[in-house]
């Protein structure tokens, strides 16, 4: 037996040896290898006599020996004719590889035996392995793309889709494999129209052998159309043959919104474009408009004040003449005719004035209203019957801030000119109500201010006016009215006093439907004062005080000396503010400065009121001019205390103005003596008339400068402060006899701040000056009150008092 054995593996040795798979022999009782080929031994590095030592599971580290038996027992049993499965076997270099076992049971004589024929499947398991790896990327790139993907083979057939294909087409794939792609997602248009494939151009990649992109409508499984962008492209073999079409394809439903949402925009933008283009040019034609009408203003400015000294001139001497009792019969007529002519040659100089807003303005608070009601008669005497006449005033109206004599001359002219419209018949209405202008209004009105007002309109229905004149009724000398039926400076007059008064003026028109004048003047919270305007004008005689004239123009000067003589005054002339001084100097009693406002030299005639004033205390100060846009009228209103007569004047106004100065200022005639003060009211005066350093603590500017000029007047030495900070630090640096100061400033409340005064001396005085409702906190320090508005009379005697 072990000779016929050892045959048996001789004839299997030489068939197996030279085998291209790898051979394993091993016998079915104790597993011992009774050969192993050479490309075995080769491929696991160990000799035959190594192997004839060893099993097969020491091969195999996936099995021990009881598993490898129990694995194999099937086929010890005969229950099974072959074994094919893989494992790893393991080299003597410790390396492992992948093998792929075909293990049967065969008998050669009596001796059973294991036969294993073995594959080494390590570089096709590592293809395999690559293979899937690659697929798996694929398959995750594809389906977690938002792209939806298609394939189709050269029939034009699906071959895939995925995932995003599926969940845009709501077809899946299995319902589309095999079928062409046309006929399930693209056969009719929107309208219901067959769609032949033979037009698609997502189908004709294929055919024609070219990519296709473009915009196509998709039918959802649903049945809704839908719209998508597309790519298609002919898929290539390694050989360049075109073997079927990749389709890319992602819904555009949302990008064709806004598409058309970006073009609706775009023009929307264009529109508004051109919209701002327009509004540009025309805020730019109200620009050139406005710079136009202040270069005028300018120029009628300048006129007017020549003009006016010629009037004063004129005017002055033709009165004279006219005093004379050797001037009588025709002469006296001719001379009242050019007296005549010069009023109205003073007229258009003040209108000329308005229109260029340097006319001297005395703005206080006013109740509209209350003027339009007081001037009702005089509107209908005006109109005349033929015209009907409404006036309607709003509930609760607001006071405004205007001189309220120019307001009643603006009024008056708009009614005449609406009159002349209506051509003297038909329906004038007047209104009054409160408005506030906001930032949208001052977009398209530039030369207007944000803010609340009280608005005036007056409204006729009478021809209207042509759009292409609109621009340019307010212009001086423009006119709408047949020649010699109007001068064209009645609306130029309303425009100049409106802009002056910090006002807006607006006007709307229609030919043939009538026009509408509307002007904003600004809102007070102040309430209107209580008081008689002063009577019509008349002589005045004087009581022998002296006037001191400053004048440069010579004519002038001598047409107000000879008429200061027949008012009974004396006068002393200078030509200019150098020569004035010089004569107060001289100890020359003076009861009244009467001086022009724009002189020649170094000193200037406010610097010489100041100076004139500290020598005399109870001199009076008169000013005039013919020009006020200098140094009493600042943004075009009187400064407080200031006294002023405009030229040209008339002997009535002149003589009225003087005495009514001389009045305030309560001086005695310079040739009278003045009455005997007693003891006690020299005493009182001499501590009134104390100088003292004083902080005036005030935001508002022009409070703060008339306030400032008229305490320097009384000559008291002042600083000035226009916040908290500001005056603490005054405060810090220097004593005062005096702090008169605002409760409300920029940078805070002031009632801390007067805290802190009252608890620093008790030789400071305090005075607060304001217009609203003390705080009780500060009420109870009982300082005294400077209530705004004050006059220059009160101020003198709360100065006084609290010292």
């Known amino acids: 037996m072990p000779e016929s054995g050892s045959l048996s593996a001789e004839r299997l040795g030489r068939i197996v040896e030279d085998a291209a798979s790898e051979v394993f022999v091993f016998t079915a009782d104790d597993f011992r290898f009774l050969l192993v080929n050479r490309g075995a031994r080769e491929n696991l590095g160990l000799s035959a006599e190594e192997l004839a030592k060893l099993h097969p599971w020491d091969l195999k580290p996936d099995y021990n020996?009881?598993?490898?038996?129990?694995?194999?027992?099937?086929l010890i049993d005969n229950e099974l004719d072959k074994l094919q499965f893989e494992t790893v076997h393991e080299r003597k270099d410790g390396s492992v590889y992948n093998v792929d076992v075909s293990l049967q049971l065969i008998t050669s004589g009596d001796k059973p035996m294991f036969y294993a024929s073995i594959r080494d499947v390590t570089e096709q398991r590592k293809v395999l392995r690559d293979l899937e790896a690659a697929t798996a990327q694929l398959d995750a790139i594809l389906n977690n793309t938002t792209m939806a993907v298609f394939m189709m083979d050269e029939h034009q057939h699906c071959s895939f889709m995925n995932r995003a294909a599926e969940e845009m087409t709501g077809f899946t794939f299995e319902e589309t494999r095999g079928r062409p792609l046309h006929d399930v997602i693209h056969h009719h248009h929107p309208d219901g129209t067959p769609f032949p494939i033979e037009d698609c151009p997502i189908d004709r990649a294929f055919p024609e052998d070219y990519q296709s992109q473009g915009e196509e409508v998709f039918i959802h499984k649903d049945g809704h159309f839908y719209n998508v962008g597309f790519t298609a492209s002919p898929m290539k073999d390694a050989l360049g043959k075109t073997i079927g079409t990749v389709i890319e394809a992602r819904n555009i439903d949302d990008e064709l919104e806004a598409r058309k949402a970006l073009n609706a925009f775009n023009e929307e933008l264009r529109h508004r474009v051109d919209k701002a283009m327009a509004e540009r040019e025309a805020l730019e034609m109200q620009l050139v408009q406005a710079q136009k009408m202040e270069a005028i203003g300018q120029l009628t400015g300048g006129i007017a004040h020549d003009?006016?000294?010629?009037?004063?001139?004129?005017?002055?001497?033709?009165?004279?003449?006219?005093?004379?009792?050797?001037i009588a019969g025709k002469n006296a007529e001719r001379v009242g005719h050019a007296i005549s002519g010069v009023e109205r040659g003073a007229k258009l100089a003040t209108q000329l004035l308005a229109f260029g807003r340097q006319q001297p303005l005395s703005p206080e608070p006013v109740n509209a209203g209350r003027i339009i009601r007081g001037m009702d008669d005089m509107f209908r005497r005006t109109l005349g019957e033929l015209v009907e006449i409404e006036t309607v005033v709003a509930a609760g109206l607001w006071n405004c801030l205007v001189d309220p004599r120019h307001l009643e001359n603006v009024l008056l002219n708009?009614?005449?000119n609406a009159r002349d419209a209506m051509g003297?018949?038909?329906?004038?209405?007047?209104?009054?109500?409160?408005?506030?202008l906001d930032?949208?209004?001052?977009?398209?009105?530039?030369?207007?201010?944000?803010?609340q007002y009280v608005v005036i309109a007056v409204t006729d229905d009478g021809c209207g006016i042509p759009e292409s004149d609109l621009a340019k009724v307010f212009e001086p000398f423009f006119t709408t009215?047949?020649?010699?039926?109007g001068t064209g400076l009645g609306l130029s007059m309303v425009f100049g006093f409106v802009k002056q008064s910090g006002g807006h003026i607006a006007i709307y028109s229609e030919v043939g439907e009538g026009t509408t004048v509307r002007i904003y003047l600004p809102r007070t919270r102040a309430e209107e004062p209580v008081g008689r305007r002063e009577s019509e004008t008349f002589v005045t005689k004087g009581n022998n005080e002296v006037v001191l004239v400053v004048e440069d123009d010579k004519e002038v000067r001598a047409t107000v000396l000879e008429m200061l003589s027949t008012l009974g005054y004396q006068a002393v002339e200078a030509e200019n503010a150098d020569a004035a001084l010089a004569i107060v100097n001289c100890g020359i009693a003076i009861d009244l400065l009467f001086t022009d406002v724009v002189m020649p030299g170094e000193l200037k005639s406010t610097e010489l009121a100041r100076m004139a004033q500290k020598r005399l205390p109870n001199l009076a100060v008169l000013f005039t001019?013919?020009?006020?846009?200098?140094?009493?009228v600042h943004a075009g209103r009187l400064d407080d205390g200031v006294?002023?007569?405009?030229?040209p004047y008339t002997a009535e106004r002149l003589s009225q103005k003087i005495r009514s100065v001389l009045a305030k200022a309560g001086a005695s005639p310079a040739g009278e003596p003045a009455p005997e003060k007693s003891a006690d009211e020299r005493q009182e005066e001499a501590g009134t008339q104390r100088a003292k350093r004083i902080l005036v603590v005030e935001d508002e500017v022009f409070i703060r400068m008339s306030l400032t000029e008229l305490l320097e007047g009384f000559g008291h030495e002042i600083v000035e402060a226009g916040s908290l900070k500001g005056a603490r630090q005054h405060f810090a640096e220097s004593e005062f006899d005096m702090v008169i100061t605002d409760l409300s400033l920029p940078d805070g409340n002031a009632g801390e701040f007067i805290r802190e005064l009252t608890g620093a001396s008790g030789d400071l005085a305090i005075v607060i000056a304001t217009g609203g409702v003390l705080p009780d906190d500060i009420a109870a320090h009982g300082l005294p009150v400077l209530r705004k508005p004050f006059s220059d009379d009160e101020v003198r005697e709360i100065v006084g008092r609290v010292a």
Do not use: C, M, W
């Not at 003297?424 to 506030?436: M, Y």
């Open 65 to 74: 020996e009881t598993q490898f038996r129990q694995f194999v027992q099937p």
């Open 307 to 326: 003009f006016n000294n010629l009037l004063q001139v004129i005017g002055g001497n033709l009165q004279l003449l006219h005093a004379d009792p050797a």
């Open 414 to 416: 708009l009614v005449i």
């Open 424 to 436: 003297g018949e038909g329906t004038l209405t007047v209104e009054a109500g409160n408005a506030s």
């Open 439 to 451: 930032d949208e209004y001052i977009q398209s009105n530039p030369d207007a201010q944000a803010g």
């Open 481 to 485: 009215k047949e020649t010699g039926k």
């Open 625 to 632: 001019s013919g020009y006020t846009q200098n140094a009493i």
């Open 643 to 647: 006294e002023l007569i405009s030229k």
